[in-house]
């Protein structure tokens, strides 16, 4: 039994993605307590599972019945979050983006390291069947080498009621380009074993009057071994569209092709020169629950985590960082890679 705490409940992610999750899971994972600045708002999460309120973090990391911690706080308090609890010898599942900044992911890292805890950055997308699948038939060769993937995911910014912090280029570190490019980012990298090299970008706030950071983004870029990429990240989508939003990518080979709609029609077309295949998985969307499963088998059985982990986090902030630049310049600019060996 794992027992969890969970930091906060700033992040819709928190109270719409993760308790869901693992409200199923409660024969293998014990939220033993909850820390969050208000308590009438934890109050019924508390009830649920009967778990503790905590009135402060450091109430909550002291406890050492407690083997787990969740972060959901506000983006820019990652990083006290994350070190405090690597400090406490936590095991961390962190949900994106890790940090508000390139220094901030560093410091992260380095305490997670010195701290020889596990580090988990919550990116869902990795565990969608589809995405499983495909990221088999690209380590068979199926595709061969991988030459190019446009991907998108577009939002709806958590309206209505969306967190003032999320309308903050300070607290949330950015607009829809660091909320939305970190996840398909994070499948690009995975996808093609390369590393982000060149980006330059085009944003401008277009669709919400209530916001002072970017809604709409389109970038592109190479590769450290030659592949191109562009991400649509717009936050494009209303609280009246019948799905938040989308995650595609479309990925092209020298052998094959092949297109992925994670969230809408839940599909997956694979090309390749050997066949021609559609797959459609399971409606019901668990992704978040399987990033603790992954943990769970990787304590209980030994095996690789497939989910990300602190450097992966890291990678995607380094492009964001970088985006942000670009539009600064008005360039294409070179995405600095942190040494982390």
């Known amino acids: 039994m794992l027992r969890l705490g969970i930091l906060s409940l700033a992040h819709p992610h928190a109270t719409g993605n993760h308790i869901p999750a693992l409200k199923y899971m409660c024969d293998r994972i014990l939220i033993k307590s909850i820390f969050h600045d208000d308590k009438k708002v934890a109050a019924p999460w508390i009830s649920m599972f009967d778990a503790k309120y905590c009135g402060s973090r450091e109430e909550l990391l002291e406890d050492p019945e407690i083997d787990a911690v969740l972060i959901t ?81 577009h939002g709806c910014m958590y309206e209505p009621g969306v967190p003032e912090w999320v309308l903050s280029h300070e607290k949330n570190g950015g607009g829809c380009i660091i909320d939305h490019t970190v996840h398909v980012a994070d499948l690009i990298r995975w996808f093609t074993g390369e590393e982000f090299e060149k980006v330059s970008a085009f944003a401008k706030r277009s669709l919400h009057s209530n916001i002072q950071t970017e809604d709409i983004a389109v970038l592109h870029g190479t590769m450290s071994k030659g592949a191109v990429f562009q991400i649509d990240a717009s936050w494009s989508r209303r609280a009246e569209n019948p799905m938040w939003g989308d995650v595609t990518l479309r990925i092209i080979g020298n052998r094959g092709a092949a297109f992925l709609d994670l969230y809408n029609n839940q599909r997956l077309e694979l090309y390749s020169d ?54 600064d310049q008005k360039d294409m600019v070179t995405v600095n890679r942190f040494d982390s060996d």
């Open 274 to 327: 050997e066949d021609f295949s559609m797959h459609y998985p399971n409606l019901i969307v668990k992704e978040h629950g399987d990033i603790f499963d992954d943990y769970l088998r990787h304590i209980n059985e030994g095996s690789d985590l497939v989910g990300a982990d602190d450097i992966d986090g890291l990678r995607t902030i380094e492009l964001v960082e970088a985006v942000y630049k670009a539009l």
């Open 73 to 153: 706080s506000e983006n820019y308090r990652h990083a006290e979050d994350c070190i405090a609890a690597a400090k406490a010898g936590k095991v961390i599942f962190c949900d994106k983006p890790i940090a508000t900044s390139v220094d901030d992911a560093i410091r992260i890292h380095e305490a997670v390291k010195s701290n020889s805890v596990v580090f988990i950055t919550t990116f869902p997308c990795r565990f969608n069947t589809s995405v499983q699948r495909i990221k088999r038939a690209i380590d068979q060769g199926a595709l061969g080498k991988i030459l190019a993937i446009a991907a998108t995911n």
